[in-house]
């Protein structure tokens, strides 16, 4: 079962106003925010990782989070005999969002459908048998125990229902940026959902009229400003699996940041090995070099 874990960057909006990467801010010492996104898809059992970022961001994220991570469930098991013989490597890919879409439907919902689209073309593009079946969406200024989605896998990678986070009875229907799973029937819905209520370039034109007057400049394409409860407004949550938090922070904004860091909810970094930037080599090498 192919489930593919999407963290979105692109058009991720904070009030840090800092020089320097918001999904690089710190959660714990040498442990970042998109690092922490990582893990949390990694511990959901997701078999590959795509980041939705763009070209301006992607090399910094890249020199951060690196090319694979380690499964975290199959690092270290303890009661098999060489338990290295079984670890699992989880890739990560990085998609910008197309050029298309700046400035016409580039919202932060939307970078979610774009990372959606683009592991299913690459992998339908290497062969239909590793499609995904499922999607794993982890934001990453969303703080939370992501330890606990371990006991939540075999609910998480259920093909026939979507599960999802929740905090104080809310969810991404109501605009929090939990994580939750969403399938290729929902992907269509919501993206079809969106291309319908958007407003273009041009005013709708009278029956038997092409399209001529123009919309002026703000109130062009509107699907740049949308949510994500509008963006996920037809995800189907009937009978889905939803999962209360203990607690959950969102650090979007700098007081959030501020609470988190006065809490009591210290998120422990895992094991620097599981999650440390690794990169493969596909440097050719000669028979005496191997």
Not at 108 to 113: D, E, F, K, Q, R
Not at 150 to 160: G, L, S, T
Not at 250 to 266: A, G, P, T, V
């Amino acid at each position: 079962m192919h489930l593919a874990g999407i963290i979105p960057v692109s058009q991720l909006q904070t009030d840090y106003k800092a020089a320097t990467p918001d999904v690089l801010t710190l959660l714990a010492p040498d442990y970042t925010a998109i690092q922490n996104a990582v893990m949390a898809c990694a511990m959901a059992g997701c078999k590959t990782i795509w980041i939705v970022a763009n070209n301006d961001l992607a090399p910094i994220i890249r020199k951060t989070v690196g090319e694979w991570v380690h499964d975290p469930v199959y690092y270290q098991r303890e009661f098999t005999k060489f338990y290295s013989n079984v670890r699992k490597e989880v890739p990560i890919y990085y998609t910008p969002v197309h050029p298309k879409d700046l400035d016409r439907r580039n919202s932060y919902g939307w970078s979610i459908l774009h990372g959606i689209y683009s592991s299913w073309f690459v992998s339908y593009k290497i062969s239909r048998w590793i499609l995904p079946q499922k999607y794993f969406i982890a934001f990453p200024m969303s703080v939370y125990d992501f330890y606990s989605l371990r006991e939540m896998r075999p609910q998480i990678q259920d093909v026939n229902k979507n599960f999802l986070l929740s905090y104080e009875n809310k969810t991404i229907k109501d605009n929090i940026p939990l994580s939750f799973t969403m399938k290729g029937e929902d992907y269509l819905k919501c993206r079809r959902h969106v291309n319908k209520i958007t407003t273009r370039e041009y005013l709708p034109p009278l029956p038997g009229q092409l399209p001529s007057e123009k919309r002026p400049l703000n109130e062009r394409w509107s699907a740049r400003f949308f949510d994500l409860q509008t963006v996920f407004e037809k995800l189907n949550t009937k009978n889905g699996l939803t999962h209360e938090l203990d607690w959950f922070h969102d650090i979007r904004e700098w007081n959030q940041y501020c609470d988190y860091i006065s809490s009591d909810h210290k998120l422990a970094a895992p094991y620097k090995e599981i999650y440390r930037a690794r990169f493969y080599d596909l440097t050719p090498k000669g028979e005496e070099d191997r």
